[in-house]
């Protein structure tokens, strides 16, 4: 049993679509991050949020953490073949020093 | 080079076999950390260094898996007598040692990984 669900595990939409991916658990984290992760390469570090409630945006990308920090969505508006990849949520739970990561969204966009 | 170097990029063996893989961090990050990911899954934490000591190591690291940092630079994660479900990408990460919880701390760094096979 994965810590931190994403849903959905694939997704493959048209180039200029919308769409959204979430991360859930039922534990409370200090800290969630989102990753994109390109086959053969480690993840990249997109955002970290850290307070409930918080919205962060980067160009196309909207991420939101949980009021009650537990759960976390990742928004991107009209999407690009570029946004390719394997999408990652990892949190940190009170003072533990790993990231504890999810399964992963698959997201193919096509042009 | 300003990232997370691992060494080999790729390895295939024969089930018995050990082999060894490296990864050099950033030279300013006194945190290193091993995670292993399978096809289809997000990276397993398997254990992590702070400078030369081994604070922890998941259960998912069997006595034929240990991993060195000796000089608190680069690190080493060997396996003994692999197995077919050793198969996997071994990845490396690096960070600063930060206090608080801001939005600075805990970013790992990620290097390439090392995709292991075994036949």
């Known amino acids: 049993t994965q810590l931190l669900e994403q849903s959905p595990q694939f997704l493959s939409i048209q180039e200029g679509e919308n769409l959204t991916v979430y991360c859930n658990s039922s534990s409370v984290f200090s800290s969630l991050q989102w990753y994109r992760q390109e086959p053969g390469e480690g993840p990249v570090l997109l955002v970290t949020?850290?307070?409930?409630?918080e919205v962060k945006k980067l160009k196309r990308l909207t991420f939101q953490f949980g009021d009650a920090r537990k759960d976390s969505s990742l928004h991107i508006t009209a999407a690009q073949p570029g946004d390719t990849g394997l999408y990652l949520c990892a949190g940190r739970i009170g003072g533990y020093n790993k990231l504890i990561f999810g399964a992963g969204t698959r997201l193919a966009v096509h042009p | 080079d300003t990232g997370v170097s691992q060494d080999p990029r790729h390895k295939i063996t024969k089930r018995g076999q050990n082999v060894t893989f490296r990864c050099d961090p950033i030279?300013?990050?006194?945190?290193l950390y091993w995670y292993r990911q399978t096809l289809g899954q997000g990276p397993e934490f398997l254990t992590y260094f702070q400078n030369e000591a081994q604070l922890e190591k998941s259960r998912l690291l069997s006595d034929r898996f240990s991993a060195e940092r000796p000089k608190g630079s680069f690190s080493t994660l060997e396996i003994q007598r692999t197995e077919q479900g050793d198969s996997a990408m071994y990845l490396c990460?690096?960070?600063?040692?930060?206090?608080?919880?801001?939005?600075?701390?805990?970013?790992?760094?990620f290097g390439a990984g090392s995709r292991l096979t075994v036949l």
């Open positions: 030279s300013e990050h006194n945190r």
């Open positions: 990460a690096s960070r600063e040692l930060g206090t608080g919880t801001g939005s600075g701390a805990n970013v790992l760094t």
């Open positions: 949020v850290v307070t409930g409630g």
